[in-house]
């Protein structure tokens, strides 16, 4: 099992950036697979961006590709969410997740992650 927290949401304005972090524990970083996804409100959860085992291989969801950047940092046993030119549909809580896996594609459903961090909550304001 792999223990995830997030750290790193806020408030801020449309426009503005913010970095999200994901700091893993309980399991050997550099085999594992990640990913973001976040909920908004009524909504269900998203995929947002994902990240094989070595970072060479990264997927994004069409509404984030060209803003968001997903890296990870073996060393530190962190993955990483870059969020550029933020809008207010950004809004929502984002959840890591983590996948016990050292293939080269990624997964971009919920259902294929196994261990969930606890959420940090973004909020944009136009």
């Known amino acids: 099992q792999v223990r995830l927290v997030e750290s790193g949401g806020g408030l801020v304005q449309a426009g503005d950036s913010l970095r999200l972090s994901c700091a893993a524990s309980?399991?050997?970083?550099?085999?594992?697979?990640m990913a973001w996804f976040r909920q908004a409100p009524g909504k269900e959860r998203d995929f947002v961006a994902a990240?094989?085992?070595?970072?060479?291989?990264?997927s994004y969801a069409d509404s984030v590709k060209g803003r968001f950047t997903i890296s990870r940092d073996n060393a530190k046993n962190t993955v990483y969410l870059q969020m550029n030119s933020l809008k207010p549909e950004d809004t929502a809580i984002y959840y890591c997740?983590?996948?016990?896996?050292?293939?080269?594609?990624?997964?971009?459903?919920?259902?294929?992650?196994?261990?969930w961090g606890q959420g940090t909550q973004v909020n944009v304001s136009s």
């Open positions: 997740a983590a996948r016990g896996t050292t293939t080269v594609v990624v997964s971009t459903t919920p259902r294929s992650y196994t261990d």
């Open positions: 309980g399991r050997t970083f550099s085999s594992i697979a």
């Open positions: 990240i094989n085992w070595s970072g060479g291989t990264t």
